[in-house]
C-alpha cells in the first residue's frame, strides 16, 4: 500500500512525543511492507526533512498573533487550515506531492486535515483517512490559554472553537481514527469518529547495565540525582513549577534535580526571572542529549519525575520511565493512559505538591538505587512493538472498506 503520512514537524531528530510517535508509526509501516510518503508541514520558511516533501507557511506579520511566551510557537499552526486551503497554499501541495496517487493517507494533526482532503479532492483521489490524533488538540489548547491569560484575551475563545471544528470535522470525515487514550476515543466519538482505535503511546526499552561514565560525574560532583526529562512543551513547564515551586530547600544538599531535554531553557530563563536561587543551585540542566547520554542519565539517577499537571492524550516519558526499573514519582494526570501501571512496585503518585516534594526528598535520601524492573510481559505492554500492533488492523479495516 502506498501512505501519505502528513505531519508538522521533522521526523529526522526526534526530539518530543509527538515527533517519536509519529517517526515510530512511519518505522512501524515500513515494517509492514507499505511505501510511505512522509510530508511536512512547516509553520515557517526554511524548516529542513530529509524524509519527504515538505510545504510552509510564508511569514507573514498578518498571521502573528501574541499569544504569551510559552504559546508564541503554537500560534502559527491555527493558520494552517486558512492559509494550505488557498490557492496558495494549495499550489504548495501541488508542487510538493506531485499528483501522486495514494492508497492511504494518515494525518497526525488536524490543522492540516481539511487541506489534504481538499487536494485528493482536486486530484480525484479517494484514499483511506487515517486521522492519528495524539490528544484533543482543542482541549489542551484552551487549558493553556486559559493559563497564561484567560480565555477573553485575543479572542481566544475563538482560536478554541475553531481549532475543535477542525478537529471534529477530521474525525467525521476520517474512514477511522487513533486514540492515544480512552479518554480521548470517548471524545472522538462524540466528534462523530465511525471507527475508533486506540493505540497508546508507548517507548523504547533503554534499562541496561552498559553505559559510559563520560557526561555526568562533573555536573553531578557527586550528589545523588531525580531526572525530569522532558521537551519544552509549556503544560510541562508548568507542571515542573506548580509541584516543586522555586524553593529549593526541600533537596537534600548531597541531591539534585537532573533537568533532560528541551523543557530544560524555559524553566532556566523562569527561574532567573523569579531570582529563585535557592531552586537554581539544586538543578544540573543539561539541555537535549544524545541516544549514549540518556543511556547514562537512566543508569545513574535514582528516579525520574514527572510533575505533570496539564495536557492531553498520554505521556510517552511515562512509558520510558516505567521501563526504566528506577523509583517514578509522578501525578495522577502523568498516569493517564497508564493506569494499570499504578500499584506497581516503585511507582509513588500525588497530586498534592508538598507531598510531591516530600517524595523527591525522600528518593534523593536514599544511599542506594533500587531496582523496581518490570517483568518481561509487563515491559512488552509498553513498547512501540505492542502499542502500535494495531496499525496492521487500521490497515486492513481501511482496505476491506474500499473493497466494499
Known sequence: MRILQVVNY???????????????????????????????????????????????????????????PQLDLIAPYLYFSEYFTSDLGQNQLDRALRGEKFDACFIEQPFMGAPIMDYFRRHRQNPSIIYSSQNIESAMFEEMVSHEFGLETASAK??????????????????????????????????????????????????SDEHRDDFLPDMLSGR?????????????????????????????????????????????????????????????????????????????????????????????????????????IGTSIAFRGFEEFRSEAGVRITDNAHEFRRLVQEALKLEETINFRLDRKKSDVLTWATTLATLEEIIDFCSNRKVA
Do not use: Y
Not at 32 to 39: A, D, M, N
Not at 244 to 261: A, E, K, Q, Y
Open 10 to 68: 521533522a521526523l529526522d531528530s526526534p526530539v518530543f512525543g509527538g515527533v517519536i510517535r509519529a517517526r515510530e508509526i512511519r518505522s512501524k509501516l515500513q515494517i509492514l511492507g507499505h511505501e510511505i510518503i512522509t510530508l511536512t508541514a512547516f509553520p515557517w520558511e526554511g524548516g529542513a526533512t530529509k524524509l519527504g516533501p515538505k510545504v510552509h507557511m510564508p511569514s507573514s506579520e498578518e498571521r502573528t498573533i501574541r499569544l504569551g
Open 158 to 207: 475563538d482560536w478554541v472553537m475553531a481549532l475543535e471544528s477542525q478537529e471534529s470535522t477530521l474525525a467525521l470525515a476520517a474512514d477511522c481514527v487513533i486514540a492515544v487514550t480512552k479518554e480521548d476515543a470517548l471524545t472522538l466519538e462524540e466528534f462523530g469518529a465511525a471507527k475508533v482505535f486506540l493505540s497508546p503511546n508507548g517507548a523504547q526499552d533503554r534499562a
Open 224 to 328: 545523588t540525582a531525580l531526572a525530569f526529562i522532558s521537551s519544552a512543551h509549556p503544560p510541562n513547564v508548568r507542571g515542573f513549577f506548580e509541584m516543586l515551586g522555586t524553593d529549593g530547600s526541600f533537596i537534600p544538599p548531597n541531591g539534585c534535580i537532573l533537568v533532560v531535554g528541551s523543557v530544560g531553557w524555559p524553566i532556566k530563563a523562569m527561574l532567573e526571572e523569579a531570582e529563585a536561587e535557592s531552586l537554581s543551585s539544586r538543578l544540573v540542566i543539561t539541555g537535549e542529549v544524545n541516544e549514549d547520554n540518556l543511556r547514562e542519565i537512566l543508569a545513574s539517577v535514582r528516579g525520574l519525575i514527572l510533575p505533570i499537571t496539564a495536557g492531553g492524550g498520554s505521556n510517552l516519558k511515562t512509558a520510558e520511565a516505567l521501563l526504566s526499573g528506577l523509583e517514578v
